[in-house]
């Protein structure tokens, strides 16, 4: 187990850097210059100089590079082109609203997902089958930012039921839940599709074995047999997509948190988009491969607790 982990953190230091490094000659080659979107488009040449000057932006881009790396590995990611607060503070501060709506979104399409993939398989090729998989199908095709905004339309501003704008800052819990309904129900139904199909797949594999033919003739209990062997067997595919996925989940949950005016990472990379905030981006792309390669990590020891035959190597 320890030579495994220490593996996989090997490759995710490698994985980090490659991406780093791309991310650093990509936000490079953007068009625009930073210094002119802070300052306007009528700074003169002199501010724009004494700025460039100041941000290090005048430096050979090889220096940018070997600096920006000795930051990130003391944990200096420098300070934001456009704010001048550090860029890890400008991050944390949003952070936990993000992770706050992908794990909900995630425990919530598991939810719903898995018992239905598990009814659509049992079933299969009867009604429920056919209904479960057409859902799946219209929530595969529905891109994120335009289910936000039909969920908007419907249970915001013609039923009133949730607030228009989700602002994260509610004091009670009531409050908070309200305002993350519709947001979370957004991503969490996406989610449930993708699990939904997968379950199914996987369930449909298992029920054709031989030792769920030998437990069905020895008369054990029909949920026993489905939610106690069956499942767990099925489940390996399941934490696959699921951690595949949840780099998605959280890609999806910028365009949502753009919709819904959450605050989050969406607001924040936007921004630092629109304005060429350098330090920001190469920021918050450390956080987003951080987050990925400590999923993917999770997702591989998750493996040998489901099914114990599996072997770390």
């Given at each position: 187990m320890t030579a495994f982990v220490l593996k996989r953190l090997g490759f995710a230091v490698i994985t980090l850097f490659a991406v780093l490094t791309i991310v650093f000659f990509i936000v490079r080659i953007l068009?625009?210059?930073?210094?002119?979107?802070?300052?306007?488009?009528?700074?003169?040449q002199e501010a724009l100089v004494a700025l460039r000057a100041r941000l290090g932006l005048d430096q050979p881009l090889y220096v940018q590079y070997v600096q920006f790396l000795g930051g990130v590995i003391v944990g200096d990611w420098g300070v934001s082109m456009v704010s001048g607060r550090p860029v890890i503070q400008e991050i944390l501060k949003v952070l936990p609203a993000t992770l706050e709506l992908t794990i909900v979104s995630l425990i919530l399409g598991a939810v719903v997902g898995i018992p239905l993939g598990v009814w659509s398989a049992v079933r299969r090729n009867k009604l429920p089958d056919y209904i479960t998989r057409m859902a799946s199908?219209?929530?595969?095709?529905?891109?994120?930012?335009v289910s936000a905004v039909l969920l908007l339309l419907v249970f915001a501003i013609q039923l009133r039921w949730f607030p228009v704008i989700s602002s994260g800052q509610g004091t009670t819990l009531g409050e908070r839940l309200r305002d993350l309904a519709l947001p979370a129900i957004n991503l969490g139904l996406i989610m449930a599709a993708y699990i939904t199909r997968v379950a199914r797949s996987a369930m449909l594999e298992v029920l054709n074995q031989d030792y769920v033919r030998t437990a069905y003739a020895k008369g054990l209990a029909f949920a026993t047999i489905i939610w106690r062997h069956c499942l767990r067997n099925a489940m390996i595919p399941v934490v696959t997509v699921v951690g595949l996925y949840l780099g998605i989940l959280?890609?999806?949950?910028?365009?949502?948190?753009?919709?819904?005016n959450r605050p989050g990472l969406g607001k924040l990379i936007i921004g630092a988009l629109n304005q060429r905030?350098?330090?920001?981006?190469?920021?918050?792309?450390?956080?987003?491969?951080?987050?990925?390669?400590l999923v993917n990590l999770l997702t591989d020891l998750t493996y040998g607790l489901i099914d114990p035959r599996i072997k770390y190597s």
């Open positions: 068009p625009g210059d930073p210094a002119m979107a802070i300052l306007g488009d009528q700074a003169s199908l219209l929530g595969l095709s529905f891109p994120a930012f959280i890609g999806n949950s910028v365009l949502t948190e753009i919709v819904f905030d350098y330090t920001m981006l190469q920021g918050m792309m450390v956080i987003y491969t951080l987050i990925v390669v």
